[in-house]
């Protein structure tokens, strides 16, 4: 870059830190749920004005964000009004209008992640393409049109069929093992892929800004509900043997530097039991599998994430303390307004944080919160967090 262009750029950069410490820079965010909530609690270290867009009245960040909209994030019109009235915006779900997004950029908001990006990661089949294309390592795949088509891959299975669009938390995901099981395959477009052989499954948070600085946070070990086929509780740091971690994380750099996305995107991978590491699919926004950070890391994903979009040095990902995060879900058999029980008992035990989504109803395996338990070494972690697992319940 030329001397020039380097002057014009530091200018520009310098604007914009001036502009949100004055509280002038106004943030946009796509999404009013937990992950929001969550964004927007580091969002006021930084001093920044934020509007938030969510379909629900009574969205977790309704009530601390300087605007709150309701509407939904898939309309174009709503969308596109919406970042009329924003400096940079951003998404806390995927499933958002793209095209909204494109018009935005194209009139001079800065749209982080963009819409490129966020068109590619919203279908599997283009998300899956995207890995073949750049020599990502993921699991085999094939694309159908429809639930017939199915016949056509019998000797592909064992495999999960996943619908192409608007998966989320488990769902949009069967297992097929056999023919038989073609009953309760989905009729809309969708890839098959092939049932990995893992050992365990990790996910890389990876951030980068506009500069093109890139750092990663450590891997993390995931367990997953075994009903709900979503992300029961997480260890930090993974038992995965270095050499491995280092290969998660140099993987989950080339994945964002083929994109060429500012932000945070979360790399979710298997390890197989032959030693590879594989990608899974990935998140273009703050994830579960980083939500630990806010206690165990110097810097948050969350922090990280306003870092890379207000193109800023990105912050230390090294751990302070390990770490094991459970999620806190609805109880099954309830339904309706929430009510918590077993705070006082876990809040006893040291090392233990809760933090709650300020969700008004509760539904069964509804994200209420999650929990975070620290300690000097993972097993300590582990003991701790085993002894309060089941203690704290979200009722009606």
């Known amino acids: 870059m030329s001397p020039v262009l380097i002057l014009i750029f530091e200018k520009r950069n310098n604007h914009l830190i001036s502009g949100y410490m004055k ?16 964004l927007l609690q580091a969002a006021l270290d930084f001093n920044l004005y934020t509007l ?28 596109y009004n919406f970042g009329k009235h924003c400096h940079i915006l951003t998404i806390e779900i995927e ?55 199915l016949e056509q891959h019998t000797d592909f299975l ?32 969708s890839i098959l892929e092939k049932l990995v052989d893992f050992e365990k499954e990790i996910s890389v948070i990876v951030a980068r800004n506009a500069n093109g600085e890139v750092t990663a946070f450590p891997v993390v070990e995931l367990s997953f509900h075994p009903e709900h086929n979503l992300v029961d509780s997480l260890f930090a740091p993974a038992n995965v043997p270095y050499k491995l971690q280092r290969h998660a994380i140099e993987i989950a750099t080339r994945v964002i530097e083929a994109f060429g996305m500012v932000g945070i995107l979360a790399v979710e991978m298997f390890q197989t039991k032959d030693g590879q590491i594989l990608v899974n699919e990935v998140a273009p926004r703050p994830h579960n599998s980083g939500h630990h950070t806010i206690k165990a890391n110097y810097t948050s994903q969350y922090e990280q994430h306003l870092r890379a979009i207000l193109n800023l040095p990105l912050g230390s990902t090294e751990i302070q303390s390990a770490a094991v995060m459970l999620n806190l879900l609805g109880e099954p058999g309830f339904d309706g307004e929430a ?10 035990v040291p090392g233990v944080y809760i933090h709650l989504y300020g969700k008004k109803y509760t539904r069964p395996a509804r994200k209420m919160g999650h929990i975070t338990v620290l300690g000097q070494n993972i097993e300590e972690a582990q003991q701790r967090a085993a002894s309060v697992k089941d203690v704290i ?3 009606a």
């Not at 964000?65 to 969308?79: I, P």
């Not at 009510?339 to 006893?348: D, F, H, V």
Request: charged share 30%; hydrophobic share 30%; net charge negative.
């Open 158 to 189: 064992p495999a999960f069929q996943k619908l192409r669009r608007e998966g989320y938390d488990g769902r949009g995901v069967t297992r097929l093992t056999s023919e038989s099981d073609f009953g309760k395959a989905f009729e809309e477009p």
């Open 393 to 395: 319940k979200v009722k």
């Open 339 to 348: 009510a918590y029980e077993g705070l006082q008992e876990a809040l006893a």
């Open 52 to 79: 938030v867009l969510d379909p629900d009245e009574n969205a977790p960040c309704k009530n601390i964000c300087n605007e709150f909209f309701t509407g939904s994030f898939r309309d174009f019109d709503t969308v």
């Open 23 to 38: 509280g002038e820079v106004k943030l946009g965010i796509l999404g009013g749920g937990q992950l929001g909530r969550m």
């Open 95 to 149: 499933h958002v209008n793209c095209d909204a997004l494109e018009k935005l950029e194209q009139e001079g908001v800065k749209v982080y992640p963009d819409a490129r990006t966020v068109r590619t990661i919203q279908d599997k089949g283009l998300q899956k393409e995207f890995y073949k294309l750049h020599s990502i390592p993921t699991s085999e795949f094939r694309t159908l049109k429809n639930k017939v088509e």
